[in-house]
Nanobody, 122 residues
């Protein structure tokens, strides 16, 4: 089992930045690929970014060039740095752990956090 806890969400103006964190506990963090997904009201959960065990990044087109995913295996933490935020980035952001490299679908992940709210005002 892997337990995931997100933090760092909040309210920010358009053009601002936030950094989300996801702390993992349980089984070996470095053995998992980590992903970030988001879900806006009335919409399905969508892929945002993922980082493989070796540090390879993949991003959704909607966030490419603005968001950066990173991981610190010594701290069992994955981060999502979000810059140039837009109102359409408003959503609950979830981190997830799985074993598939470059996984972009929700079903490819085995463990999920509870989510953290990000609200971007215009």
């Amino acid at each position: 089992q892997v337990q995931l806890v997100e933090s760092g969400g909040g309210l920010v103006q358009a053009g601002g930045s936030l950094r989300l964190s996801c702390a993992a506990s349980g089984r070996t963090f470095s053995a998992y690929a980590m992903g970030w997904f988001r879900q806006a009201p009335g919409k399905e959960r969508e892929f945002t970014a993922t980082i493989s065990r070796s540090g390879f990044h993949t991003y959704a087109d909607s966030v490419k060039g603005r968001f950066t995913i990173s991981r610190d295996n010594a701290e069992n933490t994955v981060y999502l740095q979000m810059n140039s935020l837009k109102p359409e980035d408003t959503a609950v952001y979830y981190c997830a752990a799985g074993v598939r490299r470059t996984a972009t679908m929700t079903w490819e992940y085995d463990y999920w956090g509870q989510g953290t709210q990000v609200t971007v005002s215009s």
